[in-house]
C-alpha cells in the first residue's frame, strides 16, 4: 500500500530537550516535505526536499533542522524545543521532476507534539 | 509573498443544502491549485486539483471546484452536501514552472447539521 509514515504520532516533551520526528514513504518520491498545522494559520511548510541530500527552507523554519540522506526518509529534528513548537505536524512527499512538484502531495497520518 | 485566502472560516450547513467555498490566491503567473479535505482525527487528502486545460475540474465525492483567472478564485462547490462531509477544507497553490512549494490557506470548517 502506497503510504507515507510518520512516528510517533503522539509525543509530550519538555523545553530543550532534542527530538526527531521520522518520515518515511514508499512511493519512490522525489519530492518530500514537513508542515505543520496550527489553528487559524493553516498548513505552513518547515522545509522541503527536492531529492536525495537537497533540501530548502520553507516559510517557518526557525527552530528546525531536516535531513536527506536517502529517498524514503525525511526526519524533522528539533535540537532544542521549545513551547511555540507545540503543533500537528505533517510530512508530505510526491512526485518530482527536474526538481519541481509534478503532482498531487500525499500526507503522513501527522504528528500531535506538545512541548511543556 | 504568495499566499491564499478563505475568506470563511466556519460554515454551518444542513444536509442537502448547496455549498461553495472561497478560495482566492495572490500570484500573477500560472498556477497549480488544489482542494484538500481533513476529516476529523485523519490526515489530509486531495479533493482535486487543476494544473491546466478546463478550468471546471470534478474531483471525489461529487466536489468540482472553477478556476476563474481574472478573480485568481479557486471555489470548492457541492450542490448538495452531506453529514459525511463534515470536515476542515484546505485551499492550496504552487507555481507552475518553478512548483517547488505549496502554500496553503488558512481553511475552513464546515459542519453540516443531519
Known amino acids: 500500500e502506497a503510504q507515507v509514515t510518520q512516528n510517533p504520532r503522539y509525543l509530550i516533551t519538555v523545553t530543550g530537550k532534542k527530538l526527531t520526528v521520522t518520515c518515511s514513504q514508499n512511493?519512490?518520491?522525489?519530492?518530500m516535505s514537513w508542515y505543520r498545522q496550527d489553528p487559524g494559520l493553516g498548513l505552513r511548510q518547515i522545509y522541503y526536499?527536492?531529492?536525495?541530500?537537497?533540501?530548502d527552507k520553507g516559510d517557518v523554519p526557525e527552530g528546525y533542522k531536516v535531513s536527506r540522506k536517502e529517498k524514503r526518509n525525511f526526519p524533522l529534528i528539533l535540537e532544542s524545543p521549545s513551547p511555540n513548537q507545540t503543533s500537528l505536524y505533517f510530512c508530505?512527499?510526491?512526485?518530482?521532476?527536474?526538481?519541481?512538484?509534478?503532482?498531487?502531495?500525499?500526507f503522513g497520518p501527522g504528528t500531535r507534539l506538545t512541548v511543556l | 509573498a504568495q499566499s491564499v485566502s478563505q475568506h470563511n472560516h466556519h460554515v454551518i450547513l444542513s444536509e442537502a443544502a448547496s455549498l461553495e467555498l472561497g478560495c482566492n490566491y495572490s500570484?500573477?503567473?500560472?498556477?497549480?491549485l488544489f482542494w484538500y479535505v481533513q476529516y476529523p482525527g485523519q490526515h489530509l487528502q486531495l479533493l482535486l486539483k487543476?494544473?491546466?486545460?478546463?478550468?471546471l475540474v470534478k474531483g471525489i465525492k461529487g466536489f468540482e471546484a472553477e478556476f476563474i483567472k481574472s478573480k485568481f478564485s479557486f471555489n470548492l462547490r457541492k450542490p448538495s452536501v452531506q453529514w459525511s462531509d463534515t470536515a476542515e477544507y484546505f485551499c492550496?497553490?504552487?507555481?507552475?514552472?518553478?512548483?517547488?512549494?505549496?502554500?496553503f490557506g488558512s481553511g475552513t470548517q464546515l459542519t453540516v447539521l443531519p
Open positions: 526536499s527536492m531529492n536525495v541530500e537537497v533540501t
Open positions: 492550496a497553490f504552487s507555481r507552475s514552472g518553478s512548483a517547488r512549494q505549496l502554500t
Open positions: 512511493m519512490n518520491h522525489e519530492y
Open positions: 500570484y500573477g503567473g500560472t498556477v497549480n
Open positions: 487543476y494544473f491546466s486545460g478546463d478550468p
Open positions: 508530505a512527499s510526491s512526485k518530482g521532476n527536474r526538481g519541481l512538484i509534478t503532482d498531487t502531495q500525499y
